[in-house]
């Protein structure tokens, strides 16, 4: 009898298991509210010194808000893809830095920038499910542990649109053959470029049906006229960076496989 219960409760033990560690496929789906911050690296502003690259060229006085909208969707356990479309106004200008030749030029250039991009995410952990791994459960923090934090690194193709203008007088005009920097190579280039996102992000639940994200993401272009202005010593392409801060809520799977608002 002891042996028979013993089974039953072994049994049991074992199915609740399993379905546990299949209940990340009823919610395949995520729907994702974009938030954040953007700068752009291009031959304008930068350091007080000759030309570096990445954190020390960033101007944090171009700093501009960004806006989206993502879905994401679970392949497998710890791989998804990501649709995702974001919007911000990039600000590039020589009259951030102090250096000779880049304040002389005297540049400041601003640009609309509309982003739509597909993702593979890889993640590195196993998402942790239940009241336990969420925000709720924390009692003075002593419950948070780093191994809840679901981490991914991610890479993308998509596409981008842009439409510099060049502040002329205060004035701010749409860029165009005629005001050209004068140490730009002044060559023609498409508003609508290729683009290559990649990063790193990090998720962990609010609550069962709410998460919260952050993500760093940098993007490989394939222009270096996104600030209207490819400088004659330039030997590498423009790029901008976006922080976000995501608003994630899960989506239920119906039984058509089709996400449940």
Same mark, same amino acid.
């Given at each position: 009898m002891k042996l028979r219960i013993l089974a039953i409760v072994l049994a049991l033990s074992f199915i609740s298991q399993v379905s546990y560690g299949q209940l990340w496929k009823r919610y395949r789906y995520e729907a994702i509210i974009i938030t954040?911050?953007?700068? %752009?690296? #291009?031959? +304008?502003?930068?350091?007080? &010194?000759?030309?570096?690259?990445?954190?020390?060229?960033?101007?944090?006085?171009?700093?501009?808000?960004?806006?989206?909208?993502?879905?994401?969707?679970?392949?497998?356990?710890?791989?998804?893809?990501?649709?995702?479309? %974001?919007? #911000?106004? +990039?600000?590039?200008?020589? &009259?951030?830095?102090?250096?000779d030749s880049r304040e002389n030029r005297g540049v400041d250039v601003r640009t609309p920038l509309f982003e739509t991009s597909i993702q593979g995410e890889l993640f590195l952990n196993k998402e942790r499910m239940g009241r336990?791994? #969420?925000?709720?459960?924390?009692?003075g923090g002593r419950n948070f542990s780093i191994l809840y934090v679901n981490t991914y690194l991610?890479?993308?193709?998509?596409?981008?649109?842009?439409?510099?203008?060049?502040?002329?007088?205060?004035?701010?005009?749409?860029?165009?053959?005629?005001?050209?920097?004068r140490t730009s190579k002044k060559e023609t280039y498409s508003s609508i470029q290729f683009v290559i996102p990649f990063g790193v992000g990090f998720k962990y639940a609010i609550n069962r049906k709410w998460k919260l994200g952050l993500e760093f993401g940098n993007r490989k272009l394939f222009t270096d006229y996104l600030d209207h202005h490819s400088d004659v010593y330039s030997v590498a392409d423009d790029s901008y960076f976006f922080f976000e801060i995501n608003l994630i809520k899960k989506l239920r799977k119906t039984r058509h496989g089709l996400p449940k608002f």
């Open positions: 954040g911050a953007s700068w %752009a690296l #291009t031959d +304008l502003g930068g350091a007080n &010194a000759i030309g570096t690259h990445y954190f020390k060229d960033l101007d944090i006085q171009t700093t501009r808000p960004i806006i989206g909208l993502g879905m994401r969707y679970k392949i497998v356990e710890k791989f998804a893809v990501k649709y995702r479309m %974001a919007f #911000t106004y +990039l600000k590039m200008s020589d &009259a951030y830095t102090q250096w336990r791994y #969420t925000l709720s459960h924390f009692r991610f890479l993308g193709v998509g596409g981008f649109y842009f439409s510099p203008q060049v502040n002329t007088g205060g004035a701010w005009v749409p860029a165009d053959a005629s005001n050209f920097g």
